[in-house]
């Protein structure tokens, strides 16, 4: 798969689960630029609506020192742990030096584990395609099975889950 070269990851691990690949990735403490919210208790969901429009009216303020300038992020932080949720939408910087419209969250460090969604990876979930977020969900629970098949856990102090976009892949900003 490696399709994503990225600058900060190195590759620890690729293993199939039910004919799809998956890789495990080693990532240091990585700090994204872009805008987040929270729930305002543990039962509901932020306005991910309203959390994208404030990011994209803020798309032409630049974002300082860019791992990877092509590609952005949706970032849904907590959404296994009893905490309020949040969604952010962000991309990876090597710099906190940022506009102040911005906010500022830092991922841990650690293994991730990654799946590229594609029709193969969909046919886990019985689909032709899927969204993102289907891989992550409680009930499908595809990719903390996949983990576990593999003698992976997942650590349920650090619940963030990634959707990486490629804006030059689809000639968007």
């Known amino acids: ?11 620890v691990e690729t293993f199939l ?10 990532r240091p403490e990585v700090l994204w630029v872009g805008c987040v919210d929270y729930a305002s208790n543990n039962a509901d969901e932020s306005d991910i609506g309203a959390t994208l429009e404030r990011y994209q009216k803020l798309i032409e303020i630049p974002k300082n020192e860019l791992m990877n300038p092509d590609w952005s992020a949706a970032l849904s932080i907590n959404y296994c742990v009893d905490k309020p949720c949040g969604i952010m939408f962000a991309q990876e910087t090597y710099s ?3 506009d102040e419209r911005y906010d500022l969250f830092t991922q ?24 993102v977020h289907e891989y992550f969900s409680d009930e499908r629970k595809i990719l903390r099975t996949a983990a576990e098949a593999n003698h992976y856990q997942q650590n349920f102090e650090v ?3 990634v959707e990486y976009n490629c804006h030059a892949e689809y000639s968007t900003p």
Do not use: T
């Not at 490696?2 to 600058?7: A, G, S, V």
């Open 1 to 11: 798969m490696q399709k994503l070269n990225h600058p900060v990851e190195k590759l």
């Open 17 to 26: 689960y039910k004919g799809v690949e998956f890789e495990v990735v080693e």
């Open 96 to 98: 906190d030096k940022q």
């Open 108 to 131: 841990p460090g650690g293994l991730w584990l990654r799946i590229r969604n594609d029709r193969n990876a969909a046919a886990l979930l019985g689909k032709e395609s899927a969204e």
């Open 159 to 161: 619940c963030v889950e």
